[in-house]
């Protein structure tokens, strides 16, 4: 399993990791050893936790393209966007799109002098 690896690109503690999903430390421990393996809810657990897939989580997809942990806060953005109406949500992604673009050619430009 890639818990090491996907504690590390969190940067979280094993005891970040264990509280979040209702274990002990020591438990999690031997989950990220490989000397116990999770049953399916921890798994299920551990999974929504780093934001990824169990396939991933198993090492069975190989690319983490689609399954990059997310921040908290993007999480909870993500968490409110989907209690809005479409054309809510089509609004903001209008405005987010308009600050990327913003954001590029502030870049661009600084790059230039």
């Known amino acids: 399993m890639r818990?090491?690896?996907?504690r590390e690109i969190k940067d979280v503690t094993q005891q970040e990791v264990a509280d979040?999903?209702?274990?002990?430390?020591?438990l999690y421990v031997r989950y990220e050893n490989g000397t116990r393996?999770?049953?399916y809810p921890n798994i299920i657990k551990l999974a929504d936790y780093?934001?990824?897939s169990t396939d991933y989580l198993f090492g069975r997809e190989m690319s983490i393209e689609n399954c990059v942990p997310r921040t908290k806060e993007?999480?909870?953005?993500i968490d409110l966007i989907e209690n809005l109406p479409d054309s809510t949500v089509n609004q903001l992604l209008k405005i987010a799109r308009d600050v990327l673009r913003m954001?590029?050619?502030q870049?661009?430009?600084n790059s230039h002098q």
């Open 74 to 77: 993007k999480q909870d953005f």
């Open 103 to 105: 954001q590029e050619q």
């Open 107 to 109: 870049t661009e430009q």
């Open 50 to 52: 780093y934001g990824v």
């Open 37 to 39: 393996k999770p049953p």
């Open 3 to 6: 818990l090491r690896e996907l």
């Open 20 to 26: 979040a999903i209702g274990v002990y430390r020591e």
